[in-house]
């Protein structure tokens, strides 16, 4: 059973810094993409983050400048260095990723993380 498990998350205030990790884990052959999604109260999902296995960087308008992502594809392994925090990054994270599993790693499946809490106190 392949799965997303997230840490890092908690409490800082504004202006402080957190880093998030996120690591896949089953029989996982690849890694297409993994990334970072963020869910405030009362606000849709949106994309934070996400990179792929080869390297290429996406960010939100919003954390470009402040957050940086990287990947450990040895260890199927997401990071998101989180700086210069502000309230309104206060939201549950959540990892997504593509990854090619299975024998022969040919099936492709998307996965979720079950989130993790980051509060930003002002």
């Known amino acids: 059973q392949v799965q997303l498990v997230e840490s890092g998350g908690g409490l800082v205030q504004a202006g402080g810094s957190l880093r998030l990790s996120c690591v896949a884990s089953?029989?996982?052959?690849?890694?297409?993409?993994m990334g970072w999604y963020r869910q405030a109260p009362g606000n849709q999902r949106e994309v934070v983050a996400t990179?792929?296995?080869?390297?290429?960087?996406n960010y939100a308008d919003s954390v470009k400048g402040r957050f940086s992502i990287s990947i450990d594809n040895a260890n199927n392994t997401v990071y998101l260095q989180m700086n210069s925090l502000k309230p309104e990054d206060t939201a549950v994270y959540y990892c997504?990723?593509?990854?090619?599993?299975?024998?022969?790693?040919?099936?492709?499946?998307?996965?979720w993380g079950q989130g993790t809490l980051v509060t930003v106190s002002s």
């Open positions: 990179i792929t296995g080869g390297g290429s960087r």
């Open positions: 089953g029989s996982i052959g690849g890694i297409k993409f």
């Open positions: 997504n990723s593509g990854l090619l599993v299975g024998p022969g790693a040919l099936r492709y499946l998307e996965v």
